[in-house]
């Protein structure tokens, strides 16, 4: 497959946007890039991607993104290292499960998943999160083992459509874990790196991913995420709460206009 100029600049344009997002809200990206991968192109009157093709390439950026985000994070105190180790041990495991389960579904049934996912997630980023971030950070508790079990179910299902569940796993955080927000940022953008661990092997494995998109956006989230997750630290947190919100619910609106 041939790529022209414009192509290149619009998958790297969108890869820029997303991983800067991410880096800002402690997501992998791929609830802002899947939409944008699968209808900018297309929009523009260029090569289109499948579902498949979008998650494959999703999965591989979201790998990089995360890097460059949790990089950016690793001073401040703000990286809870128990949670991320119960967390991202289950979810690894879930997202290989659902990255390598994900070659037996049909387009629709993988966007019906996304479309469940993102829905779930909007309605918890919408519940009311009172006190969280008056809890001081050495003093953060949580039961480790409802947050493994949560991490493997939302793994299983950000494997099937290549993204690294960080869009689902920050409510979760924020609603029932009760974390504060700065942390649930950056401790879901490491849970989120090795998330995509998974569901890029299995991507791989299953022959899912374009390597020339993949590539660019690759290049692009190593630009972008640390830029983000560096904006994101001088945010008000109730100002970031609220932008992944929105986020998540157009996506969320989207795929289902879409599907129905």
């Known amino acids: ?26 997501i992998g990206g791929s609830i802002i890039k899947y939409p944008l991968l699968l209808y900018v192109p297309a929009l523009l009157g260029l090569q289109t991607f499948t579902s498949h093709e979008v998650s494959g390439i999703s999965a591989i950026q979201v790998f990089f993104a ?14 809870n290292k128990s949670l991320i180790l119960y967390m991202g041990v289950s979810i690894l495991f879930g997202s290989f499960l659902g990255g390598y389960g994900s070659q037996f579904m049909t ?26 971030d008056d ?28 993204a690294a569940g960080a869009f689902i796993l920050v409510p979760i955080m924020l609603v029932v874990l009760k974390i504060p927000t700065r942390m649930t940022i950056a ?23 374009l390597y020339v998109p993949a590539i660019i956006m690759i290049v692009a989230s190593l630009f972008a995420a640390p830029l983000g997750a560096k904006a994101g630290q001088k945010m008000n947190t109730k100002i970031l709460q609220w932008i992944l919100a929105l986020l998540i619910l157009a996506t969320a609106i989207k795929i289902w206009v879409d599907i129905i």
């Open 1 to 26: 497959m041939e790529y022209s100029l414009l192509f290149i600049l619009v998958i790297f344009l969108i890869g820029f946007i997303g991983s800067f997002i991410s880096g800002m809200v402690g």
């Open 66 to 79: 995360t890097i460059g985000g949790v990089w950016a994070y690793r001073k401040g105190g703000y990286l």
């Open 107 to 132: 387009e629709i049934g993988i966007n019906l998943v996304y479309g469940v996912l993102a829905t779930i997630a909007a309605i918890m980023m919408f519940i009311p999160k009172k006190g969280i």
């Open 135 to 162: 809890i001081p950070l050495e003093q953060v508790t949580f039961n480790k083992f409802l947050a493994a079990l949560l991490a493997f179910i939302v793994g299983i299902g950000a494997g099937i459509v290549g």
């Open 187 to 209: 401790s879901s953008l490491a849970i989120t790196f090795i998330s995509s661990i998974g569901s890029t092997t299995g991507k791989l494995l299953t022959g899912q991913i």
